[in-house]
């Protein structure tokens, strides 16, 4: 277990949940909605590397590969999977909005690399319910990249 996960599971949460359940016992916090209200996320700072570049292609491979998952890749660069997601469809949306507000195919304003014009602009037709295209295009896919 590397030390991180250590110093999180031996001190970080259980001194969470102590200080949570006392304040809940005082009645300093609500009563909790929901039996799980003691799991907490804990995001570590980004690991240090000498290569970036070299890693940084090998975990887009990784994640490409399905070796590494998205919420792996985000949580080794300190960041919150669900955040980050979250901000990446609204980014996305925006765009696409943008573009649609001045006529302009969303590949002018963005295009990552080694994604056909064609696929980011058919990102202009997507259903905001199922998240792609009719062909299945989901816009923005580079998580190598985010």
Same mark, same amino acid.
């Given at each position: 277990?590397? +030390?991180?996960?250590?110093?999180?599971? *031996?001190?970080? &949460?259980?001194?969470?949940?102590?200080?949570?359940?006392?304040?809940?016992?005082? /009645?300093? !916090?609500?009563?909790?909605?929901?039996?799980?209200?003691?799991?907490?996320?804990?995001?570590?700072? +980004? =690991?240090?590397?000498?290569?970036?570049?070299?890693?940084?292609?090998?975990?887009?491979?990784?994640?490409? $590969? /399905? @070796?590494?998952? !998205?919420?792996?890749?985000?949580?080794?660069? /300190? $960041?919150?999977?669900?955040?980050?997601?979250? =901000? *990446?469809?609204?980014?996305?949306?925006?765009?696409?909005?943008?573009?649609?507000?001045?006529?302009?195919?969303?590949?002018?304003?963005? +295009?990552? &690399?080694?994604?056909?014009?064609?696929? @980011?602009?058919?990102?202009?037709?997507? &259903?905001?319910?199922?998240?792609?295209?009719?062909?299945?295009?989901?816009?923005?896919?580079?998580? /190598?990249?985010?």
């Amino acid at each position: 277990m590397a +030390r991180q996960q250590v110093l999180i599971h *031996r001190l970080c &949460s259980p001194t969470w949940a102590y200080v949570i359940a006392n304040a809940i016992a005082n /009645g300093e !916090l609500p009563s909790p909605k929901t039996d799980n209200w003691h799991r907490v996320n804990w995001v570590t700072p +980004r =690991r240090v590397t000498v290569d970036a570049g070299r890693e940084a292609t090998a975990n887009q491979k990784d994640i490409e $590969m /399905g @070796i590494k998952s !998205l919420s792996d890749h985000y949580a080794e660069q /300190g $960041m919150s999977f669900t955040e980050e997601t979250e =901000r *990446r469809a609204a980014d996305a949306r925006f765009i696409i909005d943008t573009a649609a507000k001045f006529g302009v195919p969303p590949s002018w304003i963005y +295009r990552p &690399s080694n994604t056909p014009t064609a696929d @980011i602009d058919s990102a202009s037709t997507t &259903s905001p319910a199922s998240g792609s295209t009719a062909d299945g295009f989901v816009p923005f896919p580079n998580p /190598g990249n985010p």
